[in-house]
């Protein structure tokens, strides 16, 4: 990997690789979910790795080894919660992939989410682009990339050199995207774009995921855009198919509200793919 790290996110490879060593697995929930999980009275403190670094539970400190304890200290990802503690990112697997991003509950304004429709859009990927690569060279830019999930699952599917670019307008989401991006030994390029326009290439491929509900808080990456939540999509539509190689694909994977039997996002779509 040539990509260079500051120590502090040194450190948090380093504390992703000591869980994966230990066979360290975590589906993530919906929120709803796991706020419902760890509301049972057997659940207010941590006692293994998955309720440390996926059920994002306090915990005593001799909890921990020591190697992973130092790795979350040095990763600046340990906080107190009383006179316990708590890590401040979260863990999660994707088949044989290991993704942090942000600690439950996700409700500050730069929140790097990773959930259930995270593994639906890996899903959808793998569906899409089994056949795809052939072993050709190609650009991959994966737009408002989050943890950088989709992109980099998408390329452990591919043969032959790649050319990833993970963007995302949020710096913490660029910040998690290039060390989950190291974290999985893959070659990736994170940037900080407001979809394309700091993304100077075309691409042979270029897949989203992005937020599509109408949320007034301060959640930057729920809110979709406009009064149906897909103006943020359709936006993604109109710079992508402009930065298309020939024969290059757009995978955009997100939520359609249908309005008196409508769906008004492929109503609003549809013209702009003619």
């Known amino acids: 990997m040539d990509i260079a790290l500051e120590h502090r996110d040194a450190a948090l490879v380093a504390l992703g690789r000591h869980l994966k060593a230990r066979g360290y697995r975590f589906t993530t929930v919906t929120p709803a979910t796991h706020a419902r999980v760890n509301a049972r009275p057997d659940n207010k403190t941590a006692s293994t790795l998955e309720d440390i670094f996926g059920w994002s539970r306090p915990f005593s400190p001799d909890v921990l080894p020591e190697d992973v304890a130092g790795a979350l200290r040095d990763g600046g990802a340990m906080a107190m919660h009383g006179n316990l503690c708590r890590s401040t990112v979260r863990f999660s697997t994707l088949e044989r992939q290991i993704f942090m991003h942000s600690a439950f509950p996700t409700d500050t304004a730069d929140a790097v989410f990773f959930g259930p429709d995270t593994y639906r859009f890996a899903n959808a990927l793998r569906t899409t682009f089994r056949e795809a690569g052939g072993g050709q060279a190609m650009t991959i830019v994966d737009i408002g990339c989050g943890s950088g999930a989709g992109g980099l699952y998408l390329r452990s599917l591919l043969s032959g050199p790649v050319h990833l670019i993970l963007g995302d307008i949020n710096p913490a989401a660029v910040r998690f995207a290039r060390i989950n991006a190291v974290l999985n030994g893959c070659e990736a390029r994170a940037v900080q774009s407001d979809i394309m326009s700091d993304i100077g290439e075309s691409a042979e491929m270029i897949i989203a995921n992005?937020?599509?509900?109408?949320?007034?808080?301060?959640?930057?990456?729920?809110?979709g855009g406009g009064t149906l939540g897909f103006d943020l999509s359709l936006r993604i539509v109109d710079e992508a198919l402009a930065r298309l190689a020939p024969g290059g694909r757009l995978l955009l994977y997100t939520g359609a509200p249908v309005v008196a039997g409508v769906d008004k996002f492929r109503e609003a779509v549809e013209p702009r793919l003619d």
């Open 210 to 223: 992005p937020p599509y509900l109408v949320d007034g808080s301060a959640r930057v990456y729920r809110h």
